[in-house]
Each structure stands twice: as structure tokens, then as C-alpha cells.
């Protein structure tokens, strides 16, 4: 982290997006601020009040405060070009170039399920979240717990994974060292002191006025190779960090609940809508990620492909399997880039391989392979 990211955080007109941006044209936060006005207009693609921004460093003075802030508290703070950084959030395109973090960064990097829902939980979805945590654990030690600190749900997967051992990640939508609700203070204490982290977008010198929840739900699903959507209702506020798990590419799982329950109309509705995955057990979560649980010993779990060649299929179709990995998510678009295929061409390849079990066509013109 330098002085240079920070500044990019309080640069008025910039935004997450922009920032990115600039970081990804420039090579870093410092080039950028060392760019002329000219560059950063036409390369930057930049209005130019915003380019006069940098160029005045603006955002430095409210850097240099935060910077001092993070120190006293003892928050980490952390560019998305720092090695700490969660690598599935970079891969998301509104990631925040800057996340402020407190307690143990490698739990940023396991491989990890978000558990959300709503705050109302019910028995059965308190039994259903405790069952599938520890399940989870039981099949992948070094799984890390994901929810959002609230009441409800989010409590309950962070109470589950401490209780059978696991490593939980928290993210809020305050700065720290602050909790939000303040009645969770008690469990994000011990998060912290078993391993776990916390995790928020936001600097001290935001105002809370409650309107970073949706926000703080894109971190969520951004963190994690999966969500599980345990409990909601229609309007759910995990419903978006679900339709953000979707957009990102990342799979999305839901529990099943009875029809005439209102806090499991949101979770069925997903599992109508083909946006979710039904899932009844941790070794569902599994098989849904893809994860090879007789190889779980790492920091990390990918996903085992069947070799093409013993797939019965035809050479075209093997082409494009082989663009894809097992459990992987993606856009009709992207699979176009990929291959240099035209649209017609790809749709009947798609087709035959869902036919035969090794693609399944999703909403939304995407597709994921299965074997």
C-alpha cells in the first residue's frame, strides 16, 4: 500500500471502476499520479476536472489522515495491486482499489462459501445453516466462512464455523474497528481472536447513514467461490448478494424450503429461476463447486477436468470444452472471444455437450462446465 493508492480512494471524481482503470492503464497508483494532465485526459480517457483532481493530488491530505488512522487501530489497509489482496476480488470489475481489514489476511485466501439469508431466521433455517457449515468443514478443513456480521443468518454462519473450528470472514458495512449491529461486538471479537477477519470497503472518514449494505453484499459474493442463499424471503437483501455472485460468474446455491413459508420464497424462487443450485448437504455444496475434496490439503481448490479426449464428443465440440474449466461459469460472449467462433456456431456445440451432460446452459447466456 502507498500514500498513492489511498489518494486514489479520496480522489473525488473517481469512483472504483475508475480507479481500476487508471491502475490497470498506468501499472500503478504512483504512475498515475505521475502523469501529465495531456496523458491522463486522452489515455486515461478522463474528463478533464477529474484529470485536474489528480493532477492537484486532491485526495493526498485525506490520504496521509486515513493512513494514520488505519495505524492507531491496527487495520490493514490493502491495494488491489498488493499481494494480500483477495485475488477472487480483483477479478471482479467494481472491485474497491482499497479494503481495510482487521485480523488474519491469509483468511482472505482460502478457498471460501458465503453463507447468507435473512435476519429472521427461522428453526429450520438455523439447523439448516449449522448442518451445512459443519458438513462443509467436515469435507474441507480450510474452507473459509464468509457472511455479513448481521442478526439472523449471518450470525448463525459465524457462530457454526467458529463451533466446529473453521476459519470466518466478516464483512461490514461501517469502518472499522466499529461493528455493525454493535450487538455482534462479542462475535466479531472472537472471529478475530480464532483466526478469522473482517473486511469492509469502507474508510473512517465515511459517514454511515445504513446505505452500504447493498455495497457491502457485492464484497461478500466477490470473496467467495459460492454463495449459499439459506433463508429469504422475496426482497431479500441476500438476494442481491446472490443476482452479484451470479453477475460475477461465481455459483450460486440455495436451500430449499416449504412452499407456503414466506422466509423460503426468495430461495425457492432461485432454484425455479435456474439461478440457483439446490443444495441439501455440505458434499452438494461440493460437488457444485467442483471441488476435488481427496485433494484439499492446500491453500487453494481447483476444479478437476476429465481429460477431453475420453469424453465421446467431436472434435468441435472438444475445442470448446477445452476453453472452459470444470465448474467454471461463462458468458456466451466471452466463449466467442475465446474460440473466434460466431454465435451460430457455438449454440449447437453447446447443445450437444448439455445433451450429453458435460455443459449446462444457464440464464442470462452463459453456460458451465460439468466433467
Not at 489497509?77 to 471482479?92: F, G, M
Not at 459517514?207 to 464484497?219: A, V
Not at 449459499?228 to 440455495?254: H, Q
Not at 479426449?309 to 472452459?324: A, D, G, K
Request: hydrophobic share 40%; with cysteine.
Amino acid at each position: 500500500m502507498t500514500l498513492e493508492d489511498m489518494a486514489l480512494l479520496f480522489t473525488p471524481s473517481l469512483g472504483n471502476k475508475g480507479a481500476a482503470h487508471l491502475v490497470e492503464l498506468f501499472g500503478s497508483a504512483r504512475e498515475v499520479f505521475a502523469a501529465p494532465l495531456s496523458e491522463l485526459v486522452r489515455r486515461g480517457e478522463l474528463r478533464e476536472s477529474t484529470a485536474k483532481e489528480i493532477i492537484s493530488r486532491t485526495g493526498f491530505a485525506a490520504a496521509e489522515r486515513e493512513i494514520a488512522y488505519c495505524e492507531k487501530h491496527h487495520i490493514y489497509a490493502i491495494a488491489a495491486t498488493d499481494t494480500p489482496y483477495p485475488s477472487l476480488v480483483r477479478e471482479i470489475p467494481d472491485r474497491p482499489h482499497v479494503l481495510f481489514v482487521q485480523g488474519n489476511l491469509s483468511a482472505l485466501s482460502r478457498p471460501s462459501v458465503a453463507f447468507v439469508g435473512t435476519r429472521t431466521i427461522s428453526n429450520y433455517g438455523q439447523t439448516a445453516g449449522l448442518t451445512l457449515v459443519k458438513q462443509l468443514h467436515e469435507l474441507v478443513p480450510e474452507v473459509s466462512i464468509v457472511s455479513g456480521l448481521a442478526y439472523g443468518n449471518d450470525e448463525n454462519a459465524h457462530k457454526a464455523a467458529l463451533d466446529v473450528g473453521a476459519t470466518t470472514v466478516a464483512v461490514i458495512a461501517n469502518a472499522l474497528p466499529e461493528v455493525t449491529p454493535a450487538g455482534n461486538r462479542n462475535l466479531a471479537d472472537r472471529i478475530l481472536a480464532e483466526g478469522g477477519a473482517i473486511v469492509t470497503e469502507l474508510s473512517s472518514q465515511h459517514k454511515n447513514g445504513g446505505k452500504f449494505f447493498p455495497s457491502r453484499n457485492r464484497i461478500i459474493a466477490a470473496l467467495s467461490s459460492g454463495t449459499v442463499v439459506v433463508e429469504s424471503p422475496y426482497n431479500g437483501g441476500s438476494l442481491i448478494t446472490a443476482e452479484c455472485a451470479f453477475d460475477y460468474g461465481r455459483s450460486v446455491m440455495a436451500v430449499p424450503g416449504r412452499i407456503f413459508d414466506k422466509n423460503t420464497f426468495g430461495t425457492n424462487l432461485l432454484i425455479k429461476q435456474n439461478k440457483a443450485a439446490m443444495v441439501c448437504s455440505g458434499s452438494d455444496i461440493v460437488y457444485e463447486l467442483g471441488w476435488d475434496v481427496t485433494k484439499s490439503e492446500g491453500a487453494t481448490l481447483a476444479p478437476t477436468s476429465a481429460p477431453t479426449e475420453t469424453l465421446n464428443i467431436s472434435p468441435e465440440e472438444r475445442h470448446l470444452l477445452q476453453l472452459m474449466t470444470v465448474g467454471e461459469v461463462v458468458s456466451f460472449e466471452l466463449l466467442m472471444e475465446r474460440s473466434g467462433l460466431p454465435p451460430e456456431v457455438i449454440m449447437p456445440l453447446l447443445m450437444g455437450l448439455e445433451l450429453s451432460d458435460i455443459v449446462r446452459i444457464l440464464p442470462g447466456r452463459k453456460c458451465e462446465r460439468l466433467v
